[in-house]
Nanobody
Framework: QVQLVESGGGLVQPGESLRLSCAAS????????MGWYRQAPGKQRELVAV???????NYAGSLKGRFTVSRDNTKNTVYLQMDNLKPEDTAVYYC???????????????WGQGTQVTVSS
């Protein structure tokens, strides 16, 4: 079993910053990729940012420059630094890990419970 625990969401004003964290624990042999997705009301879940095992990153085009994804391999934790937040960034943010467990033959995707980010004046 793998558990993901997210933290860091909240209510902020436009232009402010937030930092999200997601920590994985449990049956983990290797983490191949970590990332963040978000889902706004009435919309499909969309990619925010991904960071691979070798540190490569990929961002949704509109977010690059304001959002930064990073990882701490010693803590199995991924972070999302969000700067200059806008009302359109309001959504539930989910972390996603692709993990190979000791008990599995192939990697699986795991999701966090989601954390609400609301940007409003």
């Amino acid at each position: 079993q793998v558990q993901l625990v997210e933290s860091g969401g909240g209510l902020v004003q436009p232009g402010e910053s937030l930092r999200l964290s997601c920590a994985a624990s449990g049956d983990i042999f290797s983490i191949q990729a970590m990332g963040w997705y978000r889902q706004a009301p009435g919309k499909q879940r969309e990619l925010v940012a991904v960071i691979t095992a070798d540190g490569g990153t990929n961002y949704a085009g509109s977010l690059k420059g304001r959002f930064t994804v990073s990882r701490d391999n010693t803590k199995n934790t991924v972070y999302l630094q969000m700067d200059n937040l806008k009302p359109e960034d309001t959504a539930v943010y989910y972390c996603n890990y692709r993990i190979l467990s000791y008990s599995d033959y192939a990697p699986r995707d795991y999701w966090g419970q989601g954390t609400q980010v609301t940007v409003s004046s």
